[in-house]
């Protein structure tokens, strides 16, 4: 009853003041109350109905084309032929192409008169090729069809040949001493038609045309007698071709401008080897250097400007102005041995890659050929190497060692000179101490005596061995700018094992360890879409390996080609030697594929590959 009666004092009091007093000041806060219970989640209500689709955008602009991508090349063998079965060996030594007809010409000195041989290529037809328990085919789908008898035209070896449109050269070199000549064909219809016969220098070893074909080039080598008592000039022979007019007479280059400058060619690496200041058969040897060099295979830049001449013994390059015909010559230099590995003999019990300081390669390029990137010529070598050795008759040693010889052998008769010598023959200087110089290093290893005997007291400070087991490429002035190291016996160890540097002749690994390796030989190049491949072939081995070199200075591995058996102590079979090769591209190719046409010495077959870029 008490607190109601307050309660209601109180708010009589508080009605009065809000009629008649003025508002009082506001109260302080009150606390804060506490925080009520989450209420309960309300129920999901029901999912929309989709919108409508919107309409489609515009296209948006086309993006530039990509970058074509480097492009692996795979191969079949579609034909394979074989030329004198009975006796191949020298058979097919250099094979051509005659577009228009589908035609292959290849060479064929096996037998006592040399021909060519034409085989049409219209029909390839892969099927009828078949591998033996080897994977190896040896069977054939291509035959002859006809032949040109050129040596009833020159009594004469056919050395090599080459086409251009509707022409056919044809190289025969005579005997020693005595000018060869180049037989001049229209192939045009069915049956060739000798056109010209073209005196030209001493041993004509290659024949090609330039790029218009307005010029047939010939390298004559020019080698001596086996006695040296007839060792004529080597030369460049250059014929004119107008309107298809082949003219009656040659323009010789010889190197009597340089038989001065023998000092400066050897500090450029370029290589004098033969017996001057000896008496052989009671003459007195003095080779010039116009009668040293050897002119070995000629190319001819796309821009027709420059030829360039291989001179392989004497590890250089010939380079030939054709605009005025002169000459300069290029020293290559040499390939150190430090740097890479090698096995160097064929006694050592199988592979035995080392490096070897104080070994050196003399490139020695056989066949040669060119190209351009980025408007600049290019110059693309199978680094062969080759030693000299020349023998003449005699009866016997004494006969031998009477006419000024160096030794006798039965087979082969008197050694009138050589510039190879086993490394294990030779007293070699301190820095070579790291080796026992036996069979199982470099002892077997051929290497060259007229160079290494820096200070001429018998030790050698340096050995320079025969090839460089590679191929290179070199710029317009000759300047290397690249070379394939030791990827080739790199690759062939990797996919033969123990079957690595085979012979061609032979089935048995190592043989060519201690004598240039696998042998790169045969060289072409060839253009497939935008890409320049160069395909080469390993004489020994019977393979091919495949390079992209499109840009000379990131150039690439492809890949690899055999079709030859390696089973130790089987008779051989399939392709050996490539020594000759050509390129068709798909615009002339029977099948609209490229192809590569191989000539194989050994086998004396003929080997047509397919080739796809992946």
Same mark, same amino acid.
């Given at each position: 009853?008490?607190?109601?009666?307050?309660?209601?004092?109180?708010?009589?009091?508080?009605?009065?003041?809000?009629?008649?007093?003025?508002?009082?000041?506001?109260?302080?806060?009150?606390?804060?109350?506490?925080?009520?219970?989450?209420? @309960?989640?309300?129920?999901?209500?029901?999912?929309?109905?989709?919108?409508? *689709?919107?309409?489609?955008?515009?296209?948006?602009?086309?993006?530039?084309?990509?970058?074509? !991508?480097?492009?692996?090349?795979?191969?079949?063998?579609?034909?394979?032929?074989?030329?004198?079965?009975?006796?191949?060996?020298?058979?097919?030594?250099?094979?051509?192409?005659?577009?228009?007809?589908?035609?292959?010409?290849?060479?064929?000195?096996s037998g006592d008169r040399p021909q060519?041989?034409?085989?049409?290529?219209?029909?390839?037809?892969?099927?009828?090729?078949?591998?033996?328990?080897?994977?190896?085919?040896?069977?054939?789908?291509?035959?002859?069809?006809?032949?040109?008898?050129?040596?009833?035209?020159?009594?004469?070896?056919?050395?090599?040949?080459?086409?251009?449109?509707?022409?056919?050269?044809?190289?025969?070199?005579?005997?020693?001493?005595?000018?060869?000549?180049?037989?001049?064909?229209?192939?045009?219809?069915?049956?060739?038609?000798?056109?010209?016969?073209?005196?030209?220098?001493? #041993?004509?070893?290659?024949?090609?045309?330039?790029?218009?074909?307005?010029?047939?080039?010939?390298?004559?080598?020019?080698?001596?007698?086996?006695d040296y008592s007839v060792d004529p000039?080597?030369?460049?022979?250059?014929?004119?071709?107008?309107?298809?007019?082949?003219?009656? *007479?040659?323009?010789?280059?010889?190197?009597?401008?340089?038989?001065?400058?023998?000092?400066?060619?050897?500090?450029?690496?370029?290589?004098?080897?033969?017996?001057?200041?000896?008496?052989?058969?009671?003459?007195?040897?003095?080779?010039?250097?116009?009668?040293?060099?050897?002119?070995?295979?000629?190319?001819?830049?796309?821009?027709?400007?420059?030829?360039?001449?291989?001179?392989?013994?004497?590890?250089?390059?010939?380079?030939?102005?054709?605009?005025?015909?002169?000459?300069?010559?290029?020293?290559?230099?040499?390939?150190?041995?430090?740097?890479?590995?090698?096995?160097?003999?064929?006694?050592?019990?199988?592979?035995?890659?080392?490096?070897?300081?104080?070994?050196?390669? !003399?490139? *020695?390029?056989?066949?040669?050929?060119?190209?351009?990137?980025?408007?600049?010529?290019?110059?693309? @070598?199978?680094?062969? =190497?080759?030693? %000299?050795?020349?023998?003449?008759?005699?009866?016997?040693?004494?006969?031998?060692?009477?006419? =000024?010889?160096?030794?006798?052998?039965?087979?082969?008769?008197?050694?009138?000179?050589?510039?190879?010598? %086993?490394?294990?023959?030779?007293?070699?200087?301190?820095?070579?101490?790291?080796?026992?110089?036996?069979?199982?290093?470099?002892?077997?290893?051929? /290497?060259?005596? /007229?160079?290494?005997?820096?200070?001429?007291?018998?030790?050698?400070?340096? #050995?320079?061995?025969?090839?460089?087991?590679?191929?290179?490429?070199?710029?317009?002035?000759?300047?290397?700018?690249?070379?394939?190291?030791?990827?080739?016996?790199?690759?062939? @160890?990797?996919?033969?094992?123990?079957?690595?540097?085979?012979?061609?002749?032979?089935?048995?690994?190592?043989?060519?360890?201690?004598?240039?390796?696998?042998?790169?030989?045969?060289?072409?190049?060839?253009?497939?879409?935008?890409?320049?491949?160069?395909?080469?072939?390993?004489?020994?081995?019977?393979?091919?390996?495949?390079?992209?070199?499109?840009?000379?200075?990131?150039?690439?591995?492809?890949?690899?080609?055999?079709?030859?058996?390696?089973?130790?102590?089987?008779?051989?079979?399939?392709?050996?030697?490539?020594?000759?090769?050509?390129?068709?591209?798909?615009?002339?190719?029977?099948?609209?594929?490229?192809?590569?046409?191989?000539?194989?010495?050994?086998?004396?077959?003929?080997?047509?590959?397919?080739?796809?870029?992946?």
């Amino acid at each position: 009853m008490k607190k109601t009666l307050i309660s209601l004092t109180l708010l009589g009091l508080l009605s009065g003041c809000s009629l008649d007093g003025d508002d009082g000041q506001a109260g302080e806060q009150g606390l804060q109350g506490e925080t009520g219970q989450a209420g @309960t989640a309300g129920e999901k209500g029901d999912k929309g109905d989709a919108g409508a *689709q919107g309409e489609t955008g515009a296209q948006g602009p086309q993006g530039e084309t990509g970058a074509r !991508m480097t492009g692996d090349l795979s191969a079949q063998l579609v034909g394979r032929a074989v030329l004198n079965v009975a006796s191949p060996e020298g058979a097919a030594e250099i094979v051509a192409y005659h577009a228009t007809s589908q035609r292959i010409f290849a060479l064929d000195s096996s037998g006592d008169r040399p021909q060519i041989a034409l085989i049409s290529a219209a029909q390839l037809d892969a099927d009828k090729l078949n591998k033996d328990n080897q994977g190896v085919i040896t069977n054939t789908n291509l035959t002859v069809t006809e032949t040109i008898a050129v040596s009833d035209v020159v009594a004469a070896d056919a050395n090599s040949l080459a086409i251009h449109g509707d022409l056919l050269a044809v190289a025969m070199a005579r005997e020693t001493g005595e000018t060869g000549f180049v037989l001049v064909y229209d192939i045009a219809a069915q049956t060739p038609q000798l056109l010209k016969s073209v005196e030209v220098g001493y #041993l004509p070893d290659m024949v090609t045309f330039n790029q218009d074909g307005s010029k047939i080039l010939v390298a004559n080598e020019g080698e001596p007698a086996g006695d040296y008592s007839v060792d004529p000039q080597g030369s460049i022979a250059i014929i004119e071709v107008n309107n298809g007019q082949v003219a009656a *007479q040659a323009t010789l280059l010889g190197f009597e401008a340089f038989n001065d400058q023998q000092a400066e060619l050897q500090a450029q690496g370029v290589v004098f080897a033969n017996p001057t200041g000896r008496t052989i058969k009671g003459q007195a040897i003095n080779t010039s250097v116009a009668m040293d060099l050897e002119p070995e295979y000629v190319t001819v830049s796309k821009d027709n400007r420059y030829a360039y001449v291989s001179l392989q013994e004497n590890n250089a390059l010939a380079i030939v102005d054709l605009s005025d015909n002169s000459l300069t010559i290029k020293g290559l230099g040499y390939k150190d041995w430090g740097k890479w590995t090698l096995d160097a003999s064929d006694k050592d019990g199988g592979i035995n890659l080392r490096s070897y300081p104080g070994l050196y390669g !003399m490139y *020695q390029p056989d066949t040669i050929a060119s190209y351009q990137w980025q408007g600049a010529n290019f110059i693309v @070598t199978a680094n062969e =190497g080759d030693g %000299r050795e020349y023998f003449f008759p005699a009866a016997d040693e004494a006969e031998c060692t009477a006419n =000024g010889g160096l030794d006798f052998d039965e087979d082969d008769g008197c050694l009138a000179y050589t510039d190879e010598i %086993r490394a294990k023959d030779l007293t070699l200087a301190d820095n070579f101490a790291y080796i026992n110089n036996d069979n199982d290093d470099l002892g077997r290893l051929k /290497v060259s005596t /007229v160079m290494g005997d820096q200070d001429s007291d018998g030790q050698y400070e340096k #050995l320079y061995t025969y090839g460089a087991r590679s191929f290179s490429i070199w710029d317009q002035r000759g300047a290397r700018v690249f070379d394939s190291g030791d990827e080739i016996v790199r690759i062939t @160890t990797a996919l033969h094992g123990e079957q690595f540097n085979n012979d061609e002749d032979t089935n048995e690994g190592d043989t060519r360890s201690d004598a240039k390796g696998a042998e790169p030989e045969a060289l072409t190049l060839g253009q497939i879409g935008e890409r320049t491949y160069a395909f080469v072939g390993l004489e020994r081995m019977g393979s091919i390996l495949i390079y992209d070199v499109t840009n000379p200075f990131n150039v690439t591995f492809t890949t690899y080609l055999i079709n030859r058996g390696l089973e130790e102590g089987a008779d051989i079979s399939g392709d050996l030697a490539p020594e000759g090769m050509t390129f068709v591209s798909a615009e002339h190719s029977p099948t609209n594929t490229p192809l590569l046409i191989v000539g194989n010495e050994i086998s004396g077959s003929i080997a047509v590959w397919s080739l796809t870029q992946k």
